[in-house]
């Protein structure tokens, strides 16, 4: 049984488009977030959500609107997009906001091609 | 100056071979320290962490932390073709994750 499961796993879009990236997590976790992974495989945070509300938002363009209809689920829209848009988005979930021994458990990544 | 830095590689080595993965950060404050692993077309996943200063032994992987040089190392032993995976140090910090570069380690057979 998958704990944090994203979908769809690969898009291939144009530039200009709108996009949309679902996750959700069976764990139990309150916390769930957005990173994106670039092709040199550097992981960066986007947002953080704890219970539903946002608490880091890493001054990402306002284009990407992450949205948590509940704790198990995080969305992330993404409008008019652009070719650096490309990357993997990977969603992750800890039990509390980051800290202590700082465990996140991810998903297998959603790999965004902007052609 | 990048909070976390790690060397990028890639780093090639046969079977067998003892591997040594690095990073350096530049926060004094800081006192967990992570290593993850992630496999080719899959999410990071926690190897091991470690708190302050020290060594950690976990079956073949040893994480050592060095808080007066701000230094941080994973160690593999024995290594074996399935440790080949792109190693991440991490860094809690203000409820996130700060991740270095990534080291990308293939270990021939």
């Known amino acids: 049984d998958t704990a944090v499961s994203q979908t769809p796993k690969y898009l291939v879009t144009q530039m200009g488009n709108d996009k949309s990236i679902k996750c959700e997590q069976n764990l139990g976790h309150d916390t769930m977030y957005w990173y994106k992974q670039d092709s040199k495989k550097f992981l960066k945070i986007m947002f953080s959500y704890n219970n539903k509300e946002l608490i880091i938002n890493e001054t990402v363009p306002n284009r990407f609107s992450p949205k948590s209809p509940d704790k198990a689920h995080l969305n992330l829209h993404i409008n008019s997009l652009e070719l650096g848009d490309s990357a993997v988005y990977f969603c992750?979930?800890?039990?509390?906001?980051?800290?202590?021994?700082?465990?996140?458990?991810f998903g297998e990544g959603s790999r965004l091609t902007v052609l | 100056q990048k909070e976390v830095e790690q060397d990028p590689g890639p780093l090639s080595v046969p079977e067998g071979a003892i591997v040594s993965l690095n990073c350096t950060y530049s926060n004094s404050a800081f006192q967990y320290f992570m290593w993850y692993r992630q496999y080719s077309r899959k999410g990071p996943e926690l190897l091991m962490y470690?708190?302050?200063?020290g060594n950690k032994e976990d079956g073949r992987f040893t994480a050592q932390v060095d808080k007066s040089s701000k230094y941080i190392s994973l160690f593999i032993r024995d290594s074996q073709p399935s440790d080949s995976a792109t190693y991440l140090c991490a860094i809690p910090q203000g409820g996130k994750l700060i991740f270095g570069q990534g080291t990308e380690l293939s270990v021939k057979p």
């Open positions: 992750a979930s800890s039990q509390v906001p980051t800290g202590g021994t700082g465990e996140l458990f």
């Open positions: 470690t708190y302050s200063s």
